[in-house]
Nanobody, 126 residues
């Protein structure tokens, strides 16, 4: 059973940066597409970014392109989300998820994922 644990969230001022980590245990991550999702109060969960199992392909939501960078270190069984130039509208609970089917073309869809972390809160406010 794959277990995912997110960390790195917190309170940051607009324009600031955070790096989220998604650490896996139980199984190795290198067989999974990994996605980052976020959910703000009263809103649906939305895909933020995803990365292929080998790390060679990435996708980003239009709202975060140029500001967020996803990366993975399979040797450390960890995926990262570097978030720069943060805006108040980035405030949400951020989740990482693992997709066993490796349907990278569908990696922004939450229903295609098999395992989820518990989430980490990111709050952008002055």
């Amino acid at each position: 059973q794959l277990r995912l644990v997110e960390s790195g969230g917190g309170l940051v001022q607009p324009g600031g940066s955070l790096r989220l980590s998604c650490a896996a245990s139980g199984l190795t991550l290198d067989s999974y597409v990994i996605g980052w999702f976020r959910q703000a109060p009263g809103k649906e969960r939305e895909g933020v970014s995803c990365i292929s199992s080998a790390g060679g392909s990435t996708k980003y939501a239009d709202s975060v392109k140029g500001r967020f960078t996803i990366s993975r270190d399979n040797a450390k069984n960890t995926v990262y989300l570097q978030m720069n130039s943060l805006k108040p509208e980035d405030t949400a609970v951020y989740y990482c998820a693992a997709q066993a089917s490796r349907l990278f073309s569908l990696c922004t869809l939450p229903l295609t994922y098999d395992y989820w972390g518990q989430g980490t809160q990111v709050t952008v406010s002055s």
